[in-house]
């Protein structure tokens, strides 16, 4: 089967599944707006990966947008449906897959960087290392960016102490998986090949240019 075939069927079905149950949050549930609109901002998100293979900007591999729909989709399905709420570990297997899906973009980033940039060089030994600080950051960043939400609109977010703590391990725990995964990546496969595979468009920056 066609891999570009699978890739944009998982889009649309992701974006159709969050839609329809956007409109019943609406019609027959009466969600707050919060919900509602992560509904619908959700499903439009889960449609990026397809409107950008179609505009020929950048071909994310299949891995890649199939761990992009199931974290939106988790994510949107446990604030329309209430799962944050009423399942108390919704929370930590969202944000374990969000974090999986966060650290594999920035590996991904990190390859194109490699490849286009001769300035920069991250070996196979300190990409791993990369990429945990990346994502400690961003769990850092992330979690005061929840903080911030609640105090300013009354939102809850962040439930307690230990939720935000219990976020962060998520975030170490996606960190180290996906560092595992890019030093066994890198010993196996190519980095310029990986990148050519993007076919990411001349206008960024001619990001496709090889280190030479």
């Known amino acids: ?5 699978v890739s944009d069927a998982a889009c649309v079905i992701a ?10 949050a609406v019609v027959h549930e009466q969600r707050a707006t919060y919900e509602v609109i992560t509904g619908f ?3 439009f998100i889960c449609l ?4 950008f293979r179609r505009a020929k900007i950048l071909e994310l ?6 761990m992009i729909e199931v974290a939106i989709f988790l994510h949107a399905y446990g604030v329309l449906l209430m799962k944050y ?23 991904y980033a990190l390859m194109v960087v490699n490849v286009s940039d001769p300035m920069v060089h991250f070996t196979r030994r300190w990409m791993p290392v990369f990429i945990f600080l990346i994502m400690v950051a961003f769990g850092a ?16 977010m962040q ?14 725990l996606g960190a180290v998986l996906m560092a595992i995964y890019s030093y066994i990546y890198l010993g196996k496969r190519s980095e310029k090949d990986f990148v050519d595979g993007l076919n990411i468009h001349s206008k960024l920056g001619k990001i496709t240019k090889s280190r030479g």
């Open 41 to 43: 901002f959700c499903a």
């Open 1 to 5: 089967m066609n891999l570009k075939i």
């Open 61 to 66: 591999p299949l891995t890649m947008v199939i």
């Open 141 to 156: 960043i992330w979690e005061s960016f929840e903080f911030a939400v609640d105090n300013l609109t009354g939102t809850n």
């Open 159 to 172: 439930y307690s102490p230990w939720d935000t703590y219990r976020d962060l391990l998520c975030d170490v």
């Open 48 to 51: 990026v990966p397809l409107i």
């Open 85 to 107: 709420d009423d399942l108390y570990y919704w929370d930590s297997v969202t944000h374990t897959v969000s974090s999986l899906t966060v650290a594999l973009c920035a590996f």
């Open 15 to 24: 974006a159709f599944v969050l839609l329809a149950m956007s409109v019943i």
